[in-house]
């Protein structure tokens, strides 16, 4: 069990809170809380008692307890109520024993805040009522501050406090893949009307971007300061670009997010879908840690980004739905893989699908601990 899941498990009998206000176990040392944690330690390249393990989107439609507690809940009001997101983001730490959790958001929430009209439609995604595609219409996009996410802050101080030693992982998304949603009102398969206004209008592109960037930075910063102990950007769909388009339309954005961060200290994570070509720039904008889909190997990958950075992956989220041979096999290939790299957070390389079994996750943590269980000095 990693430390202080008994925390998260809910057995606050067993606590005692010491004078910083840091949850420990009785008969234990007290340790350096989260920022010494496997998942911590992995991110700043450092050697850890074994390699962490998460999954993106953990929290959600794969658990039977996720889907009661939202039986009757919109999405966008749950990500609004502290009491639902704080359950909600310690559902997949108490099953499958994680190594982090992650936030219960949306990408499109500071968005939300921000004064866009938007929905989050079942099975669909996120629906903007009226598409981004003038100037006026990014003037709309206003700064945000704490006070337009103060459920963000409340519920990220309720699950610093009951997380104990288990690193929080906040979260936003990055300014092309929410340009994507607000231009073409929707999922797009091609991102076609967002490249038209990308190379059409470069001013208003770059215009549309800089306001989501200074809104993604404002909710990071919330996160921040009210105790999260990493960050991840998530630039979903930044794929759909060459490398060169990538440098020129959207890397001097996202930068703009990860280096107004460099003085938090707390790692940044930067991942993309289907970036096997941007991610040596992806690394450049400023992350301490990239996230790598299947396509890339891992230590392909790590030649690409440098040695100064850790990686995260990469495991195929179809993979989950094969008979556990499979499963096990690859496990042990991308530990391999994650052996020769500076450091290993390990995931999937996208998110984790609604119809996985959670007992295959729960499996594959204990698979990943077991396998990479290594003395500490
Ligand atoms: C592109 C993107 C979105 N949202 C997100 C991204 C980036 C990650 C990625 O690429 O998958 C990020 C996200 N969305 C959600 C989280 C929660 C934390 C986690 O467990 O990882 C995170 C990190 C909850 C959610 N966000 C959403 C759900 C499903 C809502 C539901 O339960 O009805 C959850 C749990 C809705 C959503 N929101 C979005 C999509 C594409 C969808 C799925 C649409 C669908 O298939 O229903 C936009």
Not at 33 to 50: I, K, L, Q, T, W
Request: hydrophobic residues 45%.
């Amino acid at each position: 069990m990693p430390v202080g899941a008994a925390s998260a498990r809910g057995t606050m009998a067993a606590m005692t809170t010491d004078t910083t206000g840091t949850v420990a176990r009785h008969g234990e040392p007290r340790r350096g809380g989260p920022a010494d944690s496997p998942f911590v330690r992995a991110c700043r390249r450092e050697p850890g008692p074994h390699t962490p393990v998460w999954f993106m989107r953990q929290a959600g439609r794969s658990l039977p307890e996720y889907r009661e507690i939202r039986a009757n809940v919109p999405m966008l009001e749950s990500c609004r109520r502290p009491d639902l997101v704080a359950e909600i983001t310690l559902q997949p730490v108490r099953r499958h024993g994680v190594d982090a959790a992650i936030l219960f958001s949306d990408i499109v929430v500071p968005v939300a805040a921000a004064g866009v009209d938007l929905d989050i439609v079942p099975g669909t995604g996120p629906v903007v009522a009226e598409p981004v595609r003038t100037a006026d219409d990014v003037e709309r996009i206003r700064p945000i501050g704490r006070d337009d996410v103060s459920y963000v802050d409340e519920a990220v101080r309720l699950l610093v406090a009951e997380l104990g030693d288990i690193p929080l992982i906040g979260f936003a998304g990055a300014p092309f893949t929410l340009a994507s949603y607000l231009v073409e009102g929707g999922p797009s398969r091609t991102h076609a009307k967002t490249k038209a206004l990308m190379y059409g209008e470069p001013e208003l592109w770059h215009a549309l971007c800089a306001r989501l960037a200074e809104v993604t930075l404002s909710f990071l910063r919330v996160q921040v300061d009210a105790g999260v102990s990493a960050v991840q950007l998530f630039d979903s769909w930044a794929g759909a670009l060459s490398e060169a388009d990538y440098r020129r339309y959207v890397l001097p954005h996202s930068t703009a997010v990860l280096s107004g961060l460099a003085d938090a200290g707390v790692p940044r994570i930067h991942f993309g879908v289907g970036t096997g070509e941007l991610l040596g720039a992806m690394g450049e904008a400023g992350a301490d840690v990239v996230g790598v889909d299947w396509r890339t190997p891992l230590d392909v990958a790590t030649r690409r980004i440098g040695p100064d950075k850790a990686v995260q992956g990469n495991l195929d989220p179809c993979v989950l739905l094969a008979p556990w041979p499979v499963v096990e096999t690859e496990v042990r290939r991308i530990l391999d893989q994650g052996r020769a790299v500076p450091g290993h957070v390990f995931n999937l390389g996208h998110g984790v699908l609604p119809e996985t079994d959670p007992d295959v996750l729960t499996r594959v943590v204990a698979l990943v601990h077991e396998l990479s269980a290594r003395p500490v000095e």
